[in-house]
């Protein structure tokens, strides 16, 4: 059964550090493109960052580039999205997805994703 399970998330004051995971199975994350979206209250979902399959190659959002880092590791078949300097506007729940390819920061379509993750950034 193909499953994506989020965690890491929780409270953090402004200026702190949170480290998001996102376990894969049923499939091998590695051979897919893999995203981390949010969605804030009365907002749209926003793609975070995406990871192409085979070498990686990255990219994020101006909102967050520079204070994000998206990641994987192969053996623990697991992705990651290590949050630095995180702002009240980085308030959301964030949802991981994999799929054929990255489109921007998002993903081309189909593809599965996670339950997600709250992560509330207040002092």
């Known amino acids: 059964q193909v499953q994506l399970v989020e965690s890491g998330g929780g409270l953090v004051q402004p200026g702190g550090s949170l480290r998001l995971s996102c376990a894969a199975s049923?499939?091998?994350?590695?051979?897919?493109?893999a995203a981390w979206f949010r969605q804030a209250p009365g907002k749209d979902r926003e793609g975070v960052s995406c990871v192409s399959s085979g070498a990686g190659r990255t990219v994020y959002a101006d909102s967050v580039k520079g204070r994000f880092t998206i990641s994987r590791d192969s053996v623990k078949n697991t992705m990651y999205l290590q949050m630095n300097s995180l702002k009240s506007e980085d308030t959301a729940v964030y949802y991981c997805?994999?799929?054929?390819?990255?489109?921007?920061?998002?993903?081309?379509?189909?593809?599965?994703r996670g339950q997600g993750t709250q992560v509330t950034v207040s002092s």
């Open positions: 049923g499939f091998t994350l590695n051979y897919y493109a």
């Open positions: 997805a994999a799929s054929r390819a990255c489109v921007g920061v998002g993903l081309s379509s189909g593809g599965w």
